[in-house]
């Protein structure tokens, strides 16, 4: 075992620390059972060598009591350290899923752009359970079975110590085996969760997708694309039971082989040292019976290799940083509700997981006042959107400051900023719940939702009628990303959800361009009274929506390049003139 498993199994041992309690009963449990294995053919013995001649015959009714006796401790020990056992390793499978998903909830914006939603999925619901099988079969194989062979092997040494140095010949080259097919596994165990991952992600993409495929009339194509991964797929389990087969019949051989010098040796021994018919039929019974567990320990190799490669996934995600530590935290500024003063400082951005792309921002410097809508022009891939999600900090400034009411963003808790945007996208996320629970979202709980305040924000996001035409009103379930609603409704609820954060700070991202006239009227009206009061960020393609913004940025490259009124850049005549005379020329 390599450094890199041994670290794995050390965090994973750390996780069992808390339920010693049980895992010790369950160990305790296992110990009885191993013992009953013993106790088989130490019966054994005396029943044929006395039972037989006759010695016996005033206490034959000791023999079926012992065995059953011998089989309910037996039972009743197996299921109680199974029942433990599964107690123990349920409450890490909460405690990991757990400590996953509070990763992903605060892991950073790059670490959602490098990892696909499937492949998030599989690590957090999937690939657990792998830790949960290594869990389980390490626990059970190496105490109950070890616990079995040390037995059986030690009344083994007892009856017969030449006759047990034959069979302790097979313990070094089953290790030897194992340790060969070992590499082989590890290695075809970790193609195994690529390959997985990205099946998962042609799923996830085909049932988003599912409109475009039907229109396209691509089902055959998804179909080639799905089976070539899942034939991929069969073919490295298939190499991983055949890596993994070998060690089962491979252990038989080797067994079947000591058996057989076994048996020559004993009708040796039995004519020249008096070996009794009871102490051989106690010796082969007794090597029988280590045979099995032998073979458990032989297959753990198996499962043990998945889980190591499934640890090593799962701790690579738990260890994630988080977008902002405790240590820096308790190091800021706290905000309860920002004036919604921004102020762009010389601001630079790059992705530089990019080679060769230019910067998205360059020297960005604005200052916008509470209260002032702004609007964000220009061509594609000028920099609007980058300069929006540098404001919640979704991405931080690779040069230059962002300044919130005069003080840094990055000197602000990160909470505290979120709590002062409010963000409304032409992409509405809706969640599967209620559409009480989509307005009040982050209430925690049905008894954190003031559903007063959410009758009132429906109300001015014009969802009012929608509301008296559904049964159950505000607790309808709206199905997945709001499937069961018209685009307008989904933008309006998504309207309806801003109005109820009442944060200072506005992000509209091109939120009516999807709309037909009578829906974006509708979403307009309803932005109108969002709008009111707060400072607005404006992302616009459409120039009609934004000639009433206070002051217009035109992005081109990255750069501010024209910044005024609508009447000032048209007098000006510049590119925002010119993208204004092509959408009206082309209306």
Known sequence: MNAQDRTALNRLIQYLKPHKGMIIGSLLAMALVAGAETSIPALMKPLLDQGFTGQMDGKLWLVPVFLVGLALVRSSAQFLSSYLLTRVINAVLLKLREQMFQTLLHASTTFFQKNS??????????????????????????????????????????????????????????????????????????????????????????AAGYKIVKVHGAEEYEMRRFMEKAENLRRFAMKAAVAGGLNQPITQLIASMALSVVLVIALMQSATEGTTVGGFAAFITAMMLVISPIKHLADINQPLQRGLTAAEMIFALMDQPFEEDEPRKSNMKSLDKAKGGIRFEEVGFSYQQE????????????????????????????????????????????????????????????????KQIAFVSQDVILFNDSIAANVAYGAVGAEGV????????????????????????????????????????????AIARAIYKDAPILILDEATSALDSESERQVQDALERLMAGRTTLVIAHRLSTIEHAD??????????????????LIKKDGLYANLHRIQFANA
Request: no cysteine.
């Open 450 to 493: 003031d559903r007063g305040r959410v009758m009132e924000s429906l109300e001015a996001a014009n969802l009012t009628a929608l509301m008296k035409e559904l049964p159950e009103g505000i607790d309808t379930h709206i199905g997945d990303n709001g499937n069961r609603l018209s685009g307008g409704q989904r933008q309006r609820l």
């Open 117 to 206: 939603a499937s492949n998030l999925i599989n690590a957090v619901v999937f690939e657990v359970n792998n830790v949960l099988s290594i869990m389980g079969s390490m626990l059970i194989s190496l105490v109950r079975d070890s616990l079995t062979v040390i037995g059986l092997i030690s009344y083994l040494i007892y009856l017969n110590w030449k006759l047990t140095l034959v069979v302790l010949v097979i313990f070094p080259i089953i290790a030897f085996v194992m340790s060969k097919i070992n590499k082989r596994l590890r290695s075809l165990n970790r193609q195994q969760q690529s390959l997985t991952s990205e099946l998962a992600y042609i799923v996830e993409e085909s």
């Open 355 to 418: 080679e060769g792309r230019k910067d998205a921002l360059s020297s960005v410097n604005l200052n916008i006042q509470p209260g002032e809508v702004v609007a964000f022009v220009g061509p594609s891939g000028g920099g609007k959107s980058t300069l929006v999600n540098l404001l919640p900090r979704f991405f931080k400034p690779t040069s230059g400051h962002i300044f919130l009411d005069d003080v840094p963003l990055e000197d602000i808790v990160l909470s505290d900023v979120r």
């Open 551 to 568: 002051r217009i940025v035109v992005l081109e490259h990255g750069h501010v390049i024209e910044n005024g009124s609508h009447a000032d």
